[in-house]
């Protein structure tokens, strides 16, 4: 019975190279394709979420949060058993600016900051969200941290960027439809974005009183 492939680096370089004209990697090289492994290695992560990590702490004296360099995409802010909103700028400023009061919680990512309405100063928060990898490849022998059965999107992810430094663009997007394929899309930032729910008043009818 064949031995099961390990996806090793240097196993996952070969499969790359064995689809590349480039038989020397003289024109791709090999810290080129252990690039681009690595750089599909973090979508992948990001488009799936496989890493996640929670936070305790403290708010600011002034209510913000500096939320972690790894975090990709935050997940849920809790202040006790409180929910907080995370909501775009314009929805945020048109609170904060007015001294208006939403029906709860809201929060804005801005730069590394995390800035709440109305402010909530130096009170103990929870924050969940999406982590990068700690671990990337470096050495031949390294394992991506991943389930084994998803390590050939690695694979063809690396194929398509190779193909398109070749000039084979249509090689190079028949692989990565190969590595998007079935996938979600990736965060679309640091937060998601959840709008303030509109309300709407209909403006009186002809027939109204």
């Known amino acids: 019975m064949p031995s099961a492939w390990l996806p ?10 064995s689809r590349l004209r480039d038989s020397e990697r003289v024109f791709v090289t090999e810290a080129e394709v252990t690039q681009f492994l690595n750089e599909g ?43 907080i909103q995370f909501v775009d700028d314009d929805t945020f400023d048109s609170y ?21 309405y109305p402010a909530l100063i130096s009170l103990d928060y929870t924050l969940k969200y999406v982590s990068r990898p700690a671990a990337m490849m470096s050495n031949g022998s390294d394992v991506p941290a991943l389930q084994p059965e998803l390590a050939m999107r690695l694979v063809w992810y690396a194929i398509a960027e190779a ?18 394929e079935g996938l979600p899309g990736r965060p679309r930032g640091a937060h998601r974005m959840r709008p303030a729910p509109v309300t709407l008043i209909p403006e009186a009818g002809p027939f109204d009183a």
């Open 8 to 17: 090793t680096l240097t196993n996952l370089q070969d499969r790359v190279f």
């Open 41 to 83: 290695f973090l979508d992948l992560n990001a488009r799936l979420r496989l890493n996640r990590a929670a936070v305790d702490g403290t708010s600011s004296a002034t209510g913000t949060i500096t939320y972690p360099t790894e975090l990709v995409e935050i997940e849920s802010l809790w202040f006790d058993d409180t929910p």
């Open 96 to 116: 904060a600016l007015a001294g208006t009061e939403p029906f709860m919680y809201i929060a804005r990512v801005s730069g590394d900051t995390i800035y709440t």
């Open 163 to 180: 193909k398109w430094k070749e000039g084979e663009a249509a090689e190079a997007e028949r692989f990565m439809q190969l590595y998007v």
